[in-house]
Nanobody
Framework: QVQLVESGGGLVQAGESLRLSCTAS????????RNWYRQAPGKQRELVAQ???????NYADSVKGRFTISGDNAKNTVYLQMNSLKPEDTAVYYC??????????WGQGTHVTVSS
């Protein structure tokens, strides 16, 4: 049974930073593609950042230069460092992983609210 547990969300002011964490159990995180998605009220879920098995990363244009995704293999954890937060970053952030076999798993989500 694969479980993903996110933490680190909260309420911050514009310009501040947050770091989200996602810890996996039941899977070796480092061999998977690991993703952070977000869903704002009334909007579709969107891919924010991803880190691949070899360590390469991709970001949505809206967060490039502000967000950084990274992994700690020893802790089986992936992080999303979010700097210079904007009100439009307000959303529920979800951790997602895809195994080499193509199985996909989601975390329960963590709320991020950025006030202006």
């Amino acid at each position: 049974q694969v479980q993903l547990v996110e933490s680190g969300g909260g309420l911050v002011q514009a310009g501040e930073s947050l770091r989200l964490s996602c810890t996996a159990s039941g899977t070796i995180f480092s061999i998977n593609t690991r993703n952070w998605y977000r869903q704002a009220p009334g909007k579709q879920r969107e891919l924010v950042a991803q880190i691949h098995r070899g360590g390469s990363t991709n970001y949505a244009d809206s967060v490039k230069g502000r967000f950084t995704i990274s992994g700690d293999n020893a802790k089986n954890t992936v992080y999303l460092q979010m700097n210079s937060l904007k009100p439009e970053d307000t959303a529920v952030y979800y951790c997602n992983t895809i195994t080499p076999r193509g199985n996909e798993y989601w975390g329960q989500g963590t709320h991020v609210t950025v006030s202006s």
